[in-house]
């Protein structure tokens, strides 16, 4: 049966993975044929076509690996100076400008003239190239709303689960065994159980169990006031807060690995429940995980050694580490084949396609080609030059030639493919797992 979860697990994230694609694609061909832009191919996955169909001027199909799609658009790059569209040079580098100009006009047909990419509007084109990246913001939010506030996410709570009996430093503690010269924990001393939700600490109304376990690790020394509900009837209790070695953690309450800070104390293990948001709290949220993703971007460069280590050396993957789809799709079978209440695996799936969507719209959006952002940056520049010449009274200089920043483009998708590469191997070979 867990086999079968598991398998049911990466087909619900392929089938996630497959429509987030297909909403990608649909922004970039729904706005180019608002402006006129003839698309003949709008394709979800990579490789061999295994279904088409054609609907007007526009073939729709679905290709045999599903790692991205695309739209073809008539006329992405100008013609050449010479108003020519044809390969005239040895160079290997020419060759490549010619090659991406001559591509975008294959398909040219009598009347296509007026239905060329590159004769639109510099703001219409910056339109066409953001939809798609936008459509993949637009479902991340959705599904982060419907993550939050709708099913849930499971985190720790302000109710005790297990009492601590003593006081030892964090890498020793356990609930179970105490040495003799041990003194008891304070929740052990009041009289904490297994089940009390505590209401307030020391006065301060508890909603969070981050918030109380900051009120605990700011209070050592102190005698403290701890309002808990059991029973359905609330009662204090007094603890006196001691001083222990504890496990660092970051803003979030979140452990950080093998790292240890000398805290208050009170000696309990919080309860995992699920919690719902409000939509200013989903707000907030959001935009902490679109602060993370952006500085998880800038940093993959400095990932790169640590993937080569996990392959090579066989390192541990840290939870930190970049994730390709093959990963990712493992994590999802993971997590149908653990025994978790379905509301719960539903919810991780949800989370996992919400950050890919926010991920491809963070990756989407770098100023460089091939991707949306490199059109867009190029369309800008455009526009700047154009109302520049018309500020001081110069001729107009003409579109953009994207196109002689093609070999650019090439060395960038070389270097995307070869991490693309060591990241799935990574996964295949030393997969993060779910502890």
């Excluded at 359905?232 to 660092?248: D, E, P, R, W």
Aim: glycine share 10%; charged share 15%.
């Amino acid at each position: 049966m867990a086999m079968v979860m598991w398998v049911l697990g990466i087909l619900l994230f392929l089938v996630g993975l497959l429509f987030s694609i297909a909403w990608h694609e649909l922004g970039h061909l729904s706005t180019a044929k608002l402006f006129g832009i003839r698309v003949p191919q709008y394709m979800v996955g990579f490789g061999k076509t295994i279904w088409s169909r054609k609907k007007g001027d526009t073939e729709y199909g679905i290709k045999a690996i599903p790692l991205g799609g695309y739209i073809r658009m008539i006329g992405m790059f100008p013609p050449g100076a010479d108003g020519r569209i044809t390969k005239r040079s040895s160079s290997p580098w020419r060759s490549m400008i010619e090659d991406a100009r001559e591509a975008s006009y294959e398909e040219l047909q009598p009347g296509d003239e007026h239905r060329l990419f590159y004769t639109r509007k510099p703001w219409k084109r910056v339109i066409v190239m953001f939809a798609g990246p936008f459509m993949n913001l637009v479902l991340s939010v959705a599904l982060y709303l419907a993550w939050f506030m709708g099913i849930g996410y499971q985190t720790t709570v302000p109710t005790v689960s297990t009492v601590s009996q003593c006081v030892v430093p964090a890498a020793t503690a356990r609930t179970d065994v105490c040495p003799a010269d041990a003194p008891k924990s304070p929740a052990n001393a009041a009289g904490l159980r297994a089940g009390d939700r505590i209401v307030s600490f020391d006065g301060d109304a508890i909603s969070t169990y981050t918030q109380l376990q900051a009120d605990i690790r700011k209070s050592p020394g102190k005698q403290v006031t701890i309002v808990i509900e059991r029973g359905g009837q609330q009662q204090s209790l007094t603890a006196g807060i001691t001083s222990n070695t504890v496990a660092a953690v970051d803003k979030d309450g979140r452990p950080i690995d093998g790292k240890t800070v000398t805290a208050g104390f009170l000696g309990f293990s919080p309860a995992i429940g699920v919690r719902h948001l409000s939509l200013g709290e989903s707000a907030t949220q959001m935009t902490d995980m679109a602060k993370h993703g952006i500085t998880s971007l800038a940093a993959l460069p400095g990932k790169i050694p640590g993937l080569w280590h996990a392959i090579v050396g066989h390192d541990p993957r840290p939870a930190d580490s970049p994730m390709g789809m093959v990963g990712a799709a493992r994590l999802g079978g993971d997590v149908f084949a653990m025994d978790l209440p379905a509301t719960q695996q539903l919810a991780f799936m949800v989370q996992l396609l919400a950050g890919i969507n926010l991920s491809l719209f963070l990756f989407n959006m770098l100023p460089l080609l091939p991707l949306d952002g490199g059109h867009i940056a190029g369309a800008l520049w455009e526009s700047l030059r154009r109302h520049a010449a018309k500020l001081f009274r110069r001729s107009d200089p003409g579109p953009f030639d994207v196109a002689k920043l093609m070999p650019l483009a090439y060395v960038v998708a070389g270097i995307f493919i070869c991490f693309t590469a060591l990241v799935m191997v990574a996964d295949i070979v030393n997969p993060v797992k779910i502890n």
